[in-house]
């Protein structure tokens, strides 16, 4: 009833995002990209991604390994701009 999706964290938007791809909805309508411009970038980024992957392999659906990948790109991405580099090695 109350439109949850307006109100997600980018975290668990961004958790969710490969799923809402691979489904095949339209993503770019989510409620969430009309107040989120970081999430708009990010998606322009996934998008990138997945038509570079369409070249390689021309198969109507990627495999789960390429959302792993992604997401684990975000994650990494999330990682680098919260907490920086630690240097102690
Ligand atoms: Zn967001």
Redesign the pocket.
């Known amino acids: 009833m109350t439109d949850d999706r307006k109100n997600l964290s ?1 975290a668990a ?1 961004q958790a969710q995002l490969p799923e809402l791809i691979g489904s095949g909805e339209n993503v770019a309508s989510h409620p ?1 990209f009309q107040s ?1 411009e ?2 708009r970038a990010l998606l322009a980024d996934l998008e990138t991604i997945a038509e570079a992957a369409r070249q390689l392999f021309p198969i109507v659906e990627p495999p789960d390994e390429l959302w792993e990948q992604i997401e684990s790109a975000i994650k990494n991405e999330d990682g680098r701009t919260d907490s920086g580099p630690t240097g102690q090695d």
């Open positions: 980018c938007f969430h989120c970081l999430c």
